[in-house]
Structure formats: C-alpha cells, structure tokens
C-alpha cells in the first residue's frame, strides 16, 4: 500500500522525465531510420541506411575525432587548473571571500558572450593576445589564432578552459571542506610532509569529487556547441568541426533530419558511454 | 547529445510558442480591427528602420484599412532561412509578405511555399530588371519572387595609394597581385596588407572563391554533374592558396576572416585591396572614418581573357502560399519593390537597386559617385549554383575550399572530394 502511494507521488517526475528526455530520444532514434527531407518533400524508411552511411562519412569521423581531443585536452586541463585553485582557494586568507566569488565570473559569463569577447581577443590584428606576446617578445609576428589549422583547435581549447575551469575548482572547493581538520593535524603531528600530505590524504579524500568534475566536465565538453559555433564555425577545413555543430547544420542549415538524426543518436550514444564508464569509476572508487 | 535533443525539442517549443504566438495575435488582430485587413511583413533587421516605416505607411495611406505589421528576424540568414523554412513546412500563415535571400527562392519554390507570382506580373514579367537576381527569381520558367535590392561582390581600393604610385584598378588577379606588392614594397609599413577577402569556412568563403572560378571562365555544376573537376576551377583555388602562401598578397588572417572582419581592417587603412560588399563604402564615408574620401570601388579583377565575375546576393520579396490575403500581399510586393520605393532605399540606405533604370537617375548618380563601378558589378554578377540543393552544396563545398586555401589538401584532391560529396546531392532529385 505505501509502496503503491510512493508510486503515485513519483509518477509525475517519471511522466515529466518521460515527456522531455525519453520521448524525444526515441523519436530521433525512429527519424534516424528514414530518409527525411521535408523541403524536398522526401520522407521514407531506410532501415539502417543512414548508420551505414554514416560509419563511411569521413567528416562524421573527423568531427568525431576532433570532439575527442577537444574533450581529453580540455578537461584535463581544467581539472589540473581547477584543483590548483581550490587548493589555493581553500587556505585562509584575508579577502578570501571575495576572491572565490570573483573566480566563478568566466563560468558565469553565458558562453556565446564569452565567445564574442575571445574572438575579439583572438582577432589576428587588433587581437589582444598577440598584442601580448609580442610586447612580452614570444611572437614576431602576429598569429592567426583562429584561421590555422593546429591553432584554431586549441584556441577553442583555451576559451574553454577559462570559462569552466572556475567551475571544477568550485565542486573541488566543495570537497576539500569536506576533509575534517583532524586528518591534518594527526598527519602534522606525526611528522607528514606538504607532499605526502597531499597524496595521502587530501587526494584520497578527494577523489570523489574529481571523479564528479570529470563526469560533467566530460559530458559537457562533448557536447561542444556553442563555443565553436561562434568562434569558427568548425572552420578551417572543419579542424574545429564538432559533433554537435555537425549534426546542427545536417538538422538546421540543411534540414536533413534523418542523417542529421543518425549523428546525433551517434553522438548520444558515445556520450552514454562515457558516463557509463565515470559512473562505474565512481561506484569502484566508492565501494573500496 | 541530451543537450542537442534539449536543443532540438526547445528549438521545437520555441518555433511552436512563436507559431502560437503569432496565432493568437493574427486572431487577436482580426476581432478587434473590424474592418481593419492586417498584412504581416516578415524581413530581416534593416539600417534606420524609418526608412522602411514610412514607404510602409505610404502603402497604407494609398489603402485605407490595411494594417501593415513589420516582424524583423534576427540579422543571420541562417536563422532566417531556419524560421521561414520551419514555419512553411507547418503550412504557417502567420506572416504573408517575407524578404527572401537569393539563394533560397529554388528550395522555397520547389517546396511549394512560393506564391507564383507569374500571373500577376503579366506578360512583361521582370522586364527591367536586371538579369542575376531574375534568375534567381524564377523557378522551371515561373516567377516566384520580385527583386528588391541587389548585391556583388566588389573591389574596394585605396585611391590615395593607388594614385601614389600611378596605378588605376587591377583588371586581372595578376595586376593586383603586382600592384599590391611594388606599394607594399614601397610602404615599407609592417601593417600594411595587399588583399584582403573572406577566407572563413562559411557561406561567404563560396561566394569569393566562386568569383575566382567564375572568373576563369569555371562553373560549379553542369546538368547533374559536378563541373568542379575542371582545369578552370582547380586553377582559381590555387591562385587564392597561392594569394596566401606563395606571393602572401593576403594576409594568413583571410582564413579566419568574415565580412566584418575584413571591412574593420580596410577601415582601419591597413589594406591596399579587399573584397567586400557595397555595404562598406557608406560607412567608410561616414564621419570619423580614418580612410574617408580614400576608398574606391571596382569591378573584381578576373583571370586573364575572362570576364569579371562577381558574386549576386541580394533580396527578393515573396509571398507565402499559406497567405489568407494572397491580393493584398501581392500589392504590398508591388509597392516595395516599385522602381519609386527602390529609388528610396537605394538613396537612404544605399541598398543597390535591382532595375537597370535607376542606374541611369540622374539624383542617384549625384549622391553616390561609384553608381558606375556598382551598376558594371550588377550587370556582371553571376548567382550562385541555381538549385533547390543549394544549401546542401554550400554546406559541402565550405569545408572542401577552406583545405584547398589553407592548403590543408592540395585543390585537385579538394575539387575531388567535393565533387564526389556534391553528385551525391545533385543524385537526389532523380530518385
């Protein structure tokens, strides 16, 4: 009896859950299986045809490979930065306070904003970043940040890295209050090194919540859209083309929703895996 | 790829609350205004909107009880042709007049979403206009839009250095690449660059490398072909790759550089040369422009022995085939693209009229002294490939041509793959 009324009170959240994220996989997963261009009037089953298509479309796998190096880079990357400054952020400080609020601006900022001001600073001749290194004398000559094959990449990389790294940096923040005070002071008291400190207990104790960063932070980095979308339009030679901005232009610009289907399922798809895989780590690490 | 399915499905809500939206006020407008006949014009963000505000109010005092309500888009064609092509797909009559880009009228005809507007143009039909954008216009031998402002591709120059060293406009690509270096030689100004163009992977890059292949007599597609194999087309990329790398003419930064991008710099007096639209020239001569008075427009050089041949773009105006008020939206077509209302916008926004006539206005002429270069340029522009697969090859080619300028692959192997993705696309209509 409890049992059916505590199904009651949750079917609302299942229905809703239902309604916005399992219907709507379903259904791309069903469009997947068509041929379907309404503008052409074209719509039809074809089975697995778009998949098969779909395993031999070299720009299906450049952006795919793209998508992965944008993500390994990136993250971890902003995991070594972010813990560096919740390590930072954790000591005791005059004006701590408004430092840890000041750090989290870059995450606050919405990302297409952001993008507009990197562009600026990226911009090859008015940029401020070449301005930079070439005061400080690392560059001759100015750099065309986001028109280079190898740069542009990893342009996007460093725009990354400063918008969300604030971010990793507060979850570990989190977690680094949560070691009581007491593991330290036995560890000071039994002669423990900064060093040893670090590897002994705090890495330990934060694991968990590295393991949390490395989930949303790998999830959201694959799912790289509007980053790229503004900045170089997957551009040059589709060296920053990620999978979300392909299927954009399949689904939006050209309005093939059933190929354009079969990449975002594709994409769904790897994306589960991944978080399947954190979650595993997540559930090893804290079982034992 | 949640988030693509939220994007996906919010894109969704947010085109279904706009289509209600603009239901509810349709209704809402049509019981209140008794008497009253609303017309929706849907059109892109426009420069001084009281421009066309007050050609607006001038239909609607020329037809008392007719309410014209203006719904801007955002500035992206992109996003335009999403809506339209989302909206239409629904059979939406939520707007009846819409401005069209020239490179969807193919698709929209052949989707059905077009009004023919054949039968009420008459026998004349487009007679006037000018040849680009009445092609773009018509679809299997119907008319399916009227021209409203046309656009091309131009040279703009720096008179004051081109005179300095005794050179008038380059013709050929050759000539501008020789004038660019003996000023740039002669300059000796680090930040100082010859040519400049829009190299971006994005729709603009086709429409300049189409410039370059159209001029050296290339074509993009024949019957269901690609025409892209050819001698004349891997020629022209590898003069825009070579304008880079091999005699750096351009500057690296056209790879990454869009229309704004290119026009702040040539604004800014740090470029001999740039390719560009006529938008440009308006704002260099506003005041506090560095380079007022020095910059001059031109035909866009070609290769030798071919005719120049810039880019069309430009808008036309159409109307949906859902309209309630198929008449009276005709009317306001008519209207708008009236050689008086062109003359208008050409002489307050500097929109370059799609009649040959208005070249010739002696008023016109006075207020603006490139109306020769720009009328050469019209004449000459070339549309981009005629196909309701149009947006679907772009999307193909965009990255192909960005590896062939960057020299990511060399262009013969570029034009290849492109070929072979594009006869893909060009196979559809048979099936």
């Keep these: 009896m409890r049992g059916d009324r505590a199904f009651l009170m949750i079917l609302p959240a299942y229905l809703l859950i239902g309604a916005v994220a399992i219907f709507p996989i379903l259904n791309a997963f069903r469009i997947s299986l068509d041929r379907r261009m309404p503008v052409f009037g074209i719509s039809y089953f074809v089975g697995l045809d778009n998949y098969r298509f779909l395993i031999q479309d070299p720009r299906f796998w450049q952006s795919f490979l793209n998508t992965t190096y944008f993500s390994m880079l990136s993250v971890s990357l902003e995991l070594t930065l972010g813990l560096i400054m919740a390590l930072l952020l954790h000591g005791s400080f005059r004006g701590r306070g408004l430092l840890r609020a000041v750090v989290l601006i870059p995450w606050a900022i919405p990302t297409v904003v952001s993008a507009r001001m990197w562009e600026w600073i990226l911009n090859p001749d008015f940029g401020l970043l070449n301005y930079l290194l070439q005061q400080i004398g690392l560059l001759s000559s100015p750099l065309n940040w986001l028109g280079d094959r190898v740069f542009a990449m990893h342009a996007l990389i460093l725009a990354d890295v400063w918008k969300t790294s604030p971010f990793v940096a507060i979850i570990l923040l989190a977690g680094l209050q949560m070691i009581p005070e007491e593991l330290y002071e036995a560890a000071r008291v039994d002669g423990a090194g900064g060093w040893q400190i670090f590897r002994r207990i705090t890495f330990p104790l934060l694991l968990p919540f590295i393991l949390i960063a490395l989930l949303f932070r790998t999830l959201d980095a694959f799912r790289i859209f509007d980053l790229v979308y503004v900045l170089t339009g997957g551009g040059p030679a589709n060296t920053t083309e990620t999978l979300s901005l392909y299927a954009y232009k399949l689904l939006f610009q050209t309005l093939q929703f059933g190929y354009g289907s079969a990449v975002a399922v594709a994409t769904f798809l790897t994306v589960l895996l991944i978080s399947a895989a954190c979650i595993l780590l997540l559930r090893r690490q804290s079982h034992g | ?431």
């Design chain 2, 1 to 431: 790829m949640r988030s693509l399915i939220c994007r996906v499905g919010s894109g969704a809500c947010f085109i279904i609350v706009l289509a209600a939206l603009a239901g509810c006020t349709r209704e809402g407008t049509m019981k209140d205004a008794e008497g009253e006949m609303k017309l929706v014009f849907t059109h892109f963000k426009v420069p001084s909107p009281e421009v066309l505000s007050g050609l607006i109010e001038a239909f609607e005092r020329q037809n008392p009880g007719v309410k014209v309500v203006e719904e801007v888009l955002p500035a992206s064609t992109d996003q335009q042709h999403q809506y339209y092509a989302t909206a239409l797909e629904g059979r939406s009559a939520a707007f009846d007049v819409f401005a069209l880009d020239v490179i969807w009228i193919q698709e929209f005809a052949r989707a059905g979403w077009l009004l023919d507007l054949t039968p009420r143009l008459g026998a004349t039909r487009l007679a006037g206009f000018l040849p680009g954008p009445v092609e773009a216009a018509t679809y299997k031998d119907q008319i399916y839009a009227v021209p409203w402002f046309a656009n091309a591709g131009i040279l703009y120059f720096r008179k004051d250095l081109l005179s300095k060293y005794g050179f008038a406009p380059p013709r050929t690509f050759t000539e501008l690449s020789q004038q660019a270096m003996t000023i740039l030689e002669g300059e000796e100004d680090p930040n100082l660059k010859g040519f400049v163009w829009q190299g971006k992977q994005y729709e603009g890059l086709i429409c300049v490398a189409l410039e370059f292949i159209h001029g050296n007599g290339g074509t993009v597609i024949d019957g269901r072909r690609s025409a892209l194999r050819d001698k004349k087309a891997v020629e022209a990329l590898q003069l825009m790759h070579d304008l880079i790398s091999v005699t750096r003419v351009s500057p690296p930064l056209v790879t990454s550089a869009d229309e704004e991008a290119t026009r702040h710099l040539f604004g800014a007096g740090r470029a001999i040369f740039m390719r560009n639209w006529p938008y440009a020239l308006a704002l260099y001569e506003q005041e506090g422009s560095k380079i007022r008075g020095m910059a001059g427009m031109a035909t866009l050089p070609s290769f030798e022995g071919y005719q120049s041949a810039p880019t069309l773009g430009g808008w036309l105006l159409g109307v949906n085939r859902f309209s309630t008020r198929p008449d009276l939206a005709w009317k306001l077509v008519e209207f708008l693209s009236s050689q008086a209302s062109q003359k208008v916008l050409a002489m307050k926004l500097g929109f370059p009229p799609p009649r040959d006539v208005l070249y010739q206005d002696a008023e016109l002429k006075k207020g603006n002294p490139f109306i020769p270069p720009l009328y050469e340029a019209m004449r000459l522009a070339r549309p981009r490939p005629v196909t309701p697969f149009y947006l679907m090859i772009s999307q193909l080619l965009q990255p192909e041509f960005s590896a062939a300028i960057m020299g990511v692959k060399p262009p013969e192997q570029a034009l290849e793959d492109a070929s072979r993705l594009m006869e893909h696309v060009l196979k559809l209509e048979i099936e």
